[in-house]
């Protein structure tokens, strides 16, 4: 307020005395003091409610910072497959492997995989005996054996099935005979991008005897493939 606003006012509360000057320029001087001191006042609350925000808490003789941590956001569970009851499962589900492009995995003491590049083979070392593959050597491409690679098959041999087909979603197959059941072994082969190699060691099966199957599962729990068809599944929801 300047002094002729200050005049003016004293004026209209009904006072028509001539001014002192002393006391106008006093008077002035006291409310340009009260209007800084409400105006820093007002600038400190600011800064007050901003410091809130950040989460910076003032006390003592130093600053103490807080971060603010937002709650967890709860996700959905993924489905669980559980063993189905009509079942003996002879083993734990193993992690997934990889078989390199031009390399050797064992699948047995006796039983090893084998790639080359686009071809594989199962060989067998049985001591005091010679080498051999028992099917021969494979390629996935144009090998009329597996068909179009996107079906399952089953081979076995020495107690052993195995698997070799095309599928980037499969993470868990378990073989089944009668009652008994086999996690398999499943691993991505380097050399032939979306193709795996599966196993399973079914020498400690029960003598419940009947056909031997295979289920292949996608990580969602979904079914992507079965051979042959028939059997009750061995897993379930």
Do not use: C
Not at 72 to 90: D, E, K
Not at 207 to 225: I, W
């Amino acid at each position: 307020m300047n002094d002729d606003e200050l005049i003016t006012l004293l004026r209209s509360e009904g006072s028509m005395d001539p001014l002192d000057p002393v006391k106008v320029i006093s008077g002035a001087r006291r409310r340009r003091r009260r209007a800084r001191a409400v105006g820093v006042g007002a600038v400190a609350s600011v800064a007050v409610v901003l410091a809130a925000g950040a989460g910076v808490v003032l006390g003592g003789n130093g600053t103490r910072e807080t971060q603010f941590v937002p709650p967890p956001v709860a996700s959905a569970p993924a489905p669980v497959l559980t063993p189905s009851a009509r079942y003996t499962f002879h083993n734990a589900e193993p992690s997934i492997g990889t078989v390199p492009a031009k390399g050797e995995v064992r699948m047995t003491d006796r039983l090893s995989f084998v790639t080359r590049g686009t071809q594989w083979a199962v060989i067998s070392r049985v001591p005091g005996e010679p080498v051999y593959e028992p099917f021969g050597w494979r390629k996935t491409v144009g090998n009329s054996n597996i068909g179009d690679g996107s079906s399952l098959g089953i081979q076995s041999a020495e107690g052993v099935s195995s698997s070799v087909f095309r599928s980037s979603r499969v993470s868990t197959v378990v073989y089944t005979q009668g009652r008994d059941a086999w996690y398999g072994t499943v691993n991505r082969l380097a050399g032939i991008p979306g193709w795996v190699a599966v196993w399973a060691d079914r020498s400690e099966a029960t003598g419940s005897g009947g056909q031997v199957s295979v289920f292949a599962y996608a990580a969602d729990g979904t079914l992507v493939g079965q051979f042959p068809g028939g059997a009750a599944q061995p897993l379930v929801r």
